[in-house]
């Protein structure tokens, strides 16, 4: 069975952008492959941080990976600094990775630009990401098109580590994007992509309430002046494209007619779009409760996860040592 690895920034709570873009794709490849979901808070303090807020948002992602149907059962769902062996092969490939490679990836010279004093982590950011995936020798990676570029450069490392040690069977795969169909969520101003910086998101937690505030407010078809008028679904860049994700296909079928035919005015398709999310919301709203409650049941299925990815990491970085002549760990 192909093996599959995906990471997220513990950033809180997850809002639905995560949750289309990415988490839901995961619950369902959790019963295709074997796989293995991360907290990367190793990436995650490259940027300054509080703390107590980091060990706050690791846990609370966490909760809300579980609640939102990753079952430690199917998969294996663990926080990446409870592994070291992450860190210990990021620093093996670093001394097979180009510069030159770091240096062109549009993510580090977009944040790169902005600050005044780069860190080397920013630079060696997807050298570690390539480490989180090799180290379980996933060949699969489920992530947005932004995660792209890093995953050539995992190919890239991969290609390197291999020709040097393990010319004739490569020990690595080269890991392969899967894209997930929801690819760019659209945050409720309709313009840029749904963000927690931009403060433009639906939380996944909401209440049925919350969610109507934030939906009631959200930019539709900007050319759609009055009810009366023929709107276009496709320049409703959010509310319409919520529909497509959590309304089924007879709904969607009457947005496009109601919208067209100026029938239902954006406040109608909009409680339409609400009754559909809070019904696939709820229950999720209500196992995170559950668990948020239950703090120290959360914080043992993260050891066993951590203690399951080990295994497989332990394997690996002995294998990788062996082939590289360097004596292992005792
Ligand atoms: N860079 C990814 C992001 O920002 C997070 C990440 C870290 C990741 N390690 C990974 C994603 C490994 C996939 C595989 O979304």
Redesign the pocket.
């Known amino acids: 069975m192909s093996r599959i ?5 513990p950033s809180g709570e997850l809002h639905i952008g995560n949750y289309l873009g990415a988490v839901k794709n995961w619950v369902a490849l959790q019963d295709q492959f074997e796989s293995f979901f ?1 907290v ?1 808070n190793y ?1 995650a303090i490259i940027a300054p941080y509080a703390r107590e807020e980091l060990e706050r948002r690791t846990h609370e992602m966490a909760v809300g990976l579980l609640a939102s149907g990753l079952d430690p059962a199917r998969c294996t769902i663990f926080v990446q600094s409870q592994v070291p062996e992450h860190t210990e092969l990021a620093w093996i490939f670093n001394t097979v990775t180009p510069l030159g490679e770091l240096e062109r990836q549009t993510q580090y010279k977009d944040k790169a630009s902005r600050q005044e004093q780069v860190m080397a982590g920013l630079l060696n ?1 997807p050298v ?2 390539a480490a ?2 090799l180290l379980y020798r996933a060949d699969i ?1 489920p ?2 098109e ?2 792209v570029q ?1 995953l050539e450069l995992s190919r890239v490392v991969a290609r390197n580590w291999n020709s040097r040690f393990s010319p004739a069977t490569p020990y690595f795969p080269e890991p392969q994007p899967r894209l997930t169909a929801t690819r760019r969520i659209v945050g409720l101003d309709g313009q840029a992509k749904m963000s927690k910086s931009i403060g433009n998101t639906v939380g996944l937690l909401e209440t049925p309430e919350q969610i109507w505030d934030k939906l009631r407010g959200a930019v539709t078809d900007p050319t759609r002046q009055r009810k009366t008028d023929a709107g276009e679904p496709e320049r409703c860049a959010t509310i319409y494209q919520l529909h497509r994700a959590f309304s089924p296909a007879e709904t969607v079928a009457e947005v496009e007619e109601n919208c067209r035919g100026a029938k239902w005015g954006c406040i109608d398709c909009k409680k339409s779009l609400h009754q559909h999310m809070v019904a696939e919301l709820t229950p999720i709203r209500e196992r995170a409760a559950e668990l948020a409650s239950a703090p120290s049941q959360v914080t043992a299925l993260l050891d066993a996860g951590a203690q399951k990815a080990r295994a497989v990491a332990q394997e690996t970085i002995g294998a990788v040592k062996d082939l590289m002549g360097l004596p292992r760990a005792v």
């Open positions: 690895f995906s990471g997220i920034q991360c990367v990436h950011y570690l990401q989180d995936i990676v992530v947005g932004d995660q890093h």
